[in-house]
């Protein structure tokens, strides 16, 4: 069966790219943001509602979004891709604190977030990925979001299949991080069926599964021990508690509308992630802080 090495995270520190010159934590259940100097429009929280909102977590998942970025002139569709990247809770994150000066465009802080994303998503693959990576490999970026991991991976094996819930998501992602070795595709709720069996050398995913269900997560790991080859590996990034440790697990908290706009949080303890990898079918299950991977 397919090894498996899942990882805990610690935080991991990563710079801030050109003009975001602070180096923050990354710990994405908490994240440490500035003070609010750029506060968000009316238009642009009526907007996330309207385009981005979910109730299956799915955010910017919309059918129109690849066909308007195709309609549009090339030299618009990567700004734009941008602008609606914007309206999901996960990518441009210090969008409006006070990272940025006060007087910063709306344009210079969506490209500021961008190179940021690209060099922290780099720093992970170098840090942590690299090791299990070669050229011959064909790879899954679960979870890919914008498509910056999956970029950076795919200079260093044959072929990436990136893979995102959400079909606006994953439009975005072609225009702004393409690459002729890197495929986007969108997976189910629970399931990976564009993906046939054991045909890949490696799945990894990074900052994806505390934002599933706990039967998603089940059904996602079975469905990576499809997809891998014999012997093939997967390495999960994952955030897990302590038994009794008060961390929200209940991904129905909030309300009907902060649940269709903000990022759900679920944990598992260790226990409950080691069982879950060898119930999926996976084995030689690690749990290993993302921290020494990175030395």
């Known amino acids: 069966m397919a090894e ?24 994405p259940e908490s994240l440490r943001l500035p003070a609010n100097n750029h ?46 990247l914007s309206l999901s809770p996960h990518y441009w994150v210090y969008q409006w604190t006070n990272l940025y000066p006060k007087s910063a465009s709306r344009r210079e802080i969506l490209m500021a977030e961008y190179d ?16 299990f990576l070669n050229p011959a490999m064909t790879v899954m970026d ?22 995102d819930v959400s079909r606006g998501v994953i439009a975005c992602a072609r225009e702004i991080n393409g690459a002729d070795n ?44 499809r997809v891998l080859k014999p ?8 955030i897990l508690k302590e038994p009794g440790e008060p961390r929200a697990d209940d991904p129905s908290q909030g309300g009907w509308i902060t649940r269709r706009v903000n990022l759900r949080m679920v944990y598992f303890t260790p226990a409950e992630m080691s069982e879950a990898l060898q119930e999926a ?3 030689d299950v690690n749990i290993i802080p993302v921290s020494s991977l990175g030395k």
């Not at 009526?46 to 129109?64: C, E, P, V, Y």
């Open 4 to 27: 498996r090495a899942a990882v805990k995270v610690d935080p991991l520190v990563v710079r801030v790219a050109r003009r975001c010159l602070r180096a923050t934590p990354w710990c």
């Open 39 to 84: 506060p968000a429009s009316l238009w642009w929280r009526i907007g996330r509602f309207l385009l981005a909102s979910s109730k299956d977590h799915a955010f910017l998942d919309r059918g129109w979004v690849s066909p308007l970025l195709r309609c549009v002139p090339r030299r618009f569709r990567a700004p734009l891709a941008m602008r609606l």
């Open 116 to 131: 940021r994303n690209a060099v922290s998503r780099k720093e992970i693959c170098d840090a942590v990925l690299l090791r």
């Open 142 to 163: 679960f979870g890919c979001g914008p498509g910056f991991l999956a970029k950076a991976v795919s200079e260093h094996v044959a072929h990436v299949v990136a893979s």
């Open 182 to 225: 890197l495929e986007y595709v969108t997976n189910g709720l629970s399931d990976l069926g564009n993906v046939a069996d054991a045909s890949l050398d490696l799945v990894y995913s990074f900052a994806v599964f505390q934002h599933l269900t706990k039967t998603q997560s089940m059904a996602f790991f079975r469905e990576f021990a």
């Open 231 to 238: 012997g093939a590996q997967a390495v999960c990034h994952v």
């Open 281 to 283: 079918g996976l084995r």
